[in-house]
């Protein structure tokens, strides 16, 4: 069978391989995106859908901005409706913890030189404006262009929008072997198809270590599974969303509903999961954990009844960040994975900037803090 | 007494006095919560999607339909919950209302 | 001596007989059940402050009711009995419970699911209106509430539980406006050979047919239900069908019960990783189960309705199977004569199973024919021509896909309502096998979980 050949070879079809395939094709490259499940069906499809930008380390501003446009555009882009809702974002601090308002305060001043404008609220402001935080809440940091979004409709549609726009998107493709024949990356799937291009892009959430470690350059990726639950519909009332801030691991609890009245919660402990079989199990006491905390956030939700727990297998890296960027060791290879847990709304921000990369050798969003070989990840002691 | 469900027999049995969106209406013991309201009148509560007035589909606890509103926000799931007296049940989709937490 | 720590989920006819052939064995069992009472649905019990017979509730089954809860009154000094408890997840070798507002793990050995069922439903255009129940809801409401659904009920759809149902309430004195079956006649005459495997039963299912006959209800048989009319504020006010010569009629009621038989209750089986098979003779998706009861998971055993839809006298031997099963596999001596004899029963009471199957099947061609304004979801009331519009611009197919895009089965039932209906009409849709849609993943709680429910203390 002939290969198909393309510019660029995408492995992987989150939200980062959907978006870095749109923009390509946008660029008028050819591109081939391999999947070997569902397109977003991984932490892509299973996150908790926050489209955040403030909490995110400084030196990430500048990406996260850019995929705040795309997300501000993205309904048009991709001609279907991912239920985008930019109507704030506050994370907050309990009593307890009085020092996070101060850093809320610092945070703020060195997010607004960034381009990103915050607002520290507590006090009675806090309570006439979320009034459905408990006692114990001190005060928050409020991001008014922040919000959320459904995760299990973004990369699907940016997907077939890009299929629409002359992208291929090969589901249920399996890849078997991956090598580098001259200018070339050659790759085989299980189902015996080959596919060739002179570039290839690796954004295979957790289970990208692989490629990595066959190029020469193996990564410390490990992989956990959130914490899901969903409540049944309620009133609508709470549009932002909203997220603890703790250094205690069980508190830093998130929630958000939606205009049909669910309330998404996420956060707190994680889950085992298991690349191998692509599954993750929540563990009950996690659940149980979010009930906690939800007491404490916000008390009249407990009067609430969850109807789903869920979760996924994301990557992690040692210091939190994704690697988004250019091999190392081996030209046209191209890597952006292990977003840690926070990848759905800076995503698309990479897949961008990825595909200026490939296609025109640079990026107008510097990505040097996201190398492959930062000392923060070496694997050589 | 304009309600849906239809009783056939077991009607000797005590009243218990039950609020239904601020009206004093008598359901028996041994009614279970659903039995009281659909007894007194037509639905329990509206579908949040538009498409009407709901009023419980298999009474065993398992298709979820007929959770109702109390009048303080508690939620109950009327066809398992036994009728209590002084029961305060909303068939309306309330507003949320918070405490005051400052 | 603390001996294996064996749970039984479900206080039905096969929990009650799986308890009482552990408790024979010298097994003290713990007995989970959702219930106030024990019962299952078919033997419900009515409360305590309610005067009718057994005779009154339960008709030909009386007796089988009574000794029924008679064993299972015999077993409660031997078992640790918690009613009023659910099981809301299983995880890793615990059962994980809610009971009040209090959440508990019961760590097991082994695990009996005797988990029921519910009815099985094909959506009908309307029955999201108010007055609109399963005909199981409207046996619940006489059974054990002594009420009737409405005043005029019409009862439509396929299975023994159509025919009994509406004889009881014609028993009662409520008013039976219709008894419509979607099944030709002509079927039942084709799978007698296999109804006549228990007499008994057929016998008195034209019983029943006979006197819904003179009572002068209206019946029809090959009848394909169009919609259930009334208002969104009003609920129900008629019914309309096609009968079998093709004719449009309608039937004037405030309450429409339905139902085309059972379908199993395995959320739990999912939870505990058990796998499924797809049986294509129900359509649908069921554990796998090996002549005993074992499923693939060591320790976990399934029995009664909640794994195959047999009824409530193959439940009570399914429990007595799944007991001998894991008392064999704890290395207990178990009566092989017995067994055997259990295993006959079994295989009499499988063949008049079929045989109501081949006289009363699931309609899987009537989901083609549902109009796209009719509801398939009634929790989250989407309809098939959103479900069918998911599939023809995404291209999903599996399951779990179509729900992640199109929310069906994402309501608060988890789908039990709906997911067999919407199966058969993304089928239909992407004119694939319904083999291929696959299942929807059961995901725990599997009933709403509170947000206030607290761990006990330890």
Redesign the interface.
């Known amino acids: 069978m002939k290969a198909v050949a393309s510019d660029v070879l995408v492995v992987g079809g989150g939200i980062v391989g959907s978006s870095a395939t749109f923009f390509l094709r946008q660029r008028g490259r050819s591109v081939t995106l391999l999947e070997r499940g569902?397109v977003g069906?991984q932490a892509s499809?299973v996150n908790f859908g926050n489209i955040r930008r403030q909490g995110r380390p400084l030196e990430h501003l500048a990406l996260s901005n850019r995929a705040s446009a795309t997300w501000r555009r993205m309904n048009e882009l991709v001609g279907e409706d991912v239920e985008h809702i930019a109507e704030g974002h506050i994370r907050v601090c309990y009593r307890d913890r009085p020092e996070i308002l101060d850093d809320f305060v610092s945070y703020a001043r060195e997010a607004r030189i960034r381009g990103l404008d915050l607002e520290v609220v507590s006090g009675?402001a806090l309570?006439q404006r979320f009034?459905?935080?408990?006692?114990e809440?001190l005060g928050g940091s409020y991001s008014p262009l922040d919000g959320h979004a459904n995760p299990?409709?973004a990369a699907?549609a940016l997907a077939?929008a890009a299929r629409r726009n002359g992208a291929t998107v090969v589901e249920n493709c399996e890849i078997l072997h991956v090598e580098k024949n001259g200018d070339d990356f050659c790759v085989t799937s299980s189902d015996g198809r080959t596919f060739r291009a002179p570039a290839l892009l690796v954004t295979a959430g957790a289970w990208s270590s692989r490629f990595a470690t066959q190029f020469g350059e193996p990564v410390p990726l490990a992989s956990h599974g959130p914490t899901m639950c969903v409540?049944?519909?309620?009133?609508?009332?709470?549009h932002c969303a909203v997220g603890v801030v703790s250094p205690v691991k069980e508190e830093d609890l998130y929630f958000r509903q939606i205009p049909?009245?669910n309330i998404i919660i996420g956060g707190g402990l994680r889950n085992p999961s298991y690349p191998d079989v692509c599954r993750a199990?929540?563990?009950?006491?996690n659940?149980?954990n979010?009930?906690?905390q939800?007491?404490r956030l916000a008390?009249?939700?407990?009067?609430?009844?969850?109807?789903?727990?869920?979760t996924g297998v994301e990557g992690y890296l040692p210091d939190s960040q994704p690697i988004i960027g250019p091999s190392r060791t081996t030209s046209g290879l191209y890597y952006a994975f292990g977003f840690s847990g926070a990848g759905f709304q800076i995503g698309p921000g990479a897949g961008d900037v990825m595909a200026e990369l490939i296609a025109t050798g640079q990026t107008t969003t510097p990505i040097d803090v996201f190398d492959i070989n930062r000392s923060a990840i070496s694997t050589t002691s | 007494m304009n309600g849906r469900f239809v009783r056939l027999s077991e009607t000797e049995r005590p009243q218990v006095n039950l609020h239904i969106d601020g009206k004093l209406v008598q359901g028996l013991l041994g009614d279970t919560l659903m039995v009281a309201v659909l007894a007194a009148g037509g639905h329990l509560r509206d579908s949040?999607?538009g498409d009407g007035r709901r009023a419980g589909f298999c009474l065993m606890g398992a298709c979820?339909d007929c959770?109702v509103w109390t009048a303080d926000?508690?939620?109950l799931r009327a066809c398992t919950t036994p009728l209590q007296e002084g029961m305060d049940i909303s068939t309306r989709?309330?507003?949320?209302?918070?405490?005051?937490?400052? | 001596m603390v001996g294996p720590r064996v749970v039984v989920i479900g206080a039905g006819p096969a929990g009650t007989r799986c308890a009482e052939t552990l408790v024979a064995a010298g097994v003290r069992p713990t007995l989970i059940d959702e219930n106030r009472r024990d019962g299952g649905q078919i033997y419900r019990r009515q409360p305590d402050n309610f005067r009718r017979s057994y005779g009154t509730l339960y008709g030909t089954e009386a007796g089988r009711a009574e000794a029924q809860h008679r064993a299972f009154d015999a077993l409660l000094g031997h078992i640790d009995y918690f009613p009023d408890s659910l099981v809301w997840?299983i995880?890793e070798r615990s059962v994980?419970v809610l009971r009040e507002s209090s959440?508990t793990?019961f760590p097991f050995d082994a695990l009996v699911l005797c988990t029921g069922a519910t009815d099985r439903l094909m959506p009908i255009k309307g029955w999201n209106l108010a007055g609109t129940y399963s005909l199981g809801g409207a046996q619940v409401a006489l059974k054990a509430q002594a009420c009737a659904i409405g005043r005029q009920v019409a009862f439509i759809g396929t299975g023994p539980l159509l025919y009994l149902v509406a004889a009881q309430y014609l028993k009662a004195g409520a008013g039976v406006a219709a008894v419509l079956d979607t099944s030709p006649w002509s079927l039942r005459l084709a799978a007698l050979p296999k109804l006549l495997a228990v007499p008994r039963a057929l016998l008195n299912g034209v019983a029943l047919t006979l006197a819904l006959r003179r009572a002068g209800v209206p019946m029809e048989s090959g009848v394909e239900p169009l919609e259930i009319g009334g208002s969104p504020d009003g609920g129900v006010a008629g019914l309309s069908f096609k009968d079998a010569g093709g004719e449009t009629r309608s039937v004037a009621c405030d309450a429409v019960a339905m139902g085309y038989h059972l379908r199993p209750e395995t959320q739990l089986a999912d939870l505990a990783r058990c796998e499924f098979h797809f049986d294509e003779a129900t359509r649908q998706w069921l554990p796998r189960i090996d002549s005993q009861g074992r499923s693939s998971v060591a320790g976990v055993y399934l029995a009664g309705d909640g794994v195959r839809i047999l009824g409530a006298n193959a439940a009570e031997v399914s429990g007595r199977l799944a007991a001998m099963a894991l008392l064999q596999d704890l290395g207990q001596p178990v009566d092989t004569a017995a067994l055997a004899e259990q295993r006959r029963i079994l295989s009499r009471l499988e063949r008049f199973a079929q045989g109501l199957r081949q006289s009363f099947p699931w309609p899987a061609q009537l989901a083609a024919r549902l109009p796209d304004d009719a509801v398939v979801c009634r929790c989250e009331a989407i309809t098939a021509g959103e479900l069918r519009h998911i599939v023809a611009r995404?291209g999903a197919v599996?399951a779990n896909?179509v729900k992640?895009?199109g929310r069906v089965g994402?309501?608060?039932c988890?789908g039990r309502y709906c997911a067999n209906a919407a199966a058969e009409i993304v089928a239909h849709a992407a004119n694939v096998p319904l083999e291929q849609v696959g299942r929807l993943r059961g995901?725990?709680?599997v009933k709403?979980?509170?947000?206030?429910?607290?761990?006990d203390a330890p």
């Not at chain 2, 989709?93 to 400052?102: F, I, L, M």
């Not at chain 3, 709403?448 to 761990?455: D, F, I, N, R």
């Open positions: 569902m069906q499809g009675t309570r009034p459905f935080f408990g006692p809440v299990r409709l699907p077939r409540t049944e519909p309620v009133p609508y009332s709470i049909r009245g199990y929540v563990m009950p006491r659940t149980l979010q009930f906690r939800i007491r008390p009249e939700l407990k009067r609430l009844h969850i109807i789903r727990v869920w | 949040e999607f979820q959770w926000g508690e939620r989709q309330p507003e949320a209302t918070w405490s005051d937490h400052g | 997840n995880s994980c959440l793990e995404t599996e896909r992640a895009f994402m309501g608060r988890q995901q725990a709680p709403p979980l509170p947000m206030g429910a607290e761990a």
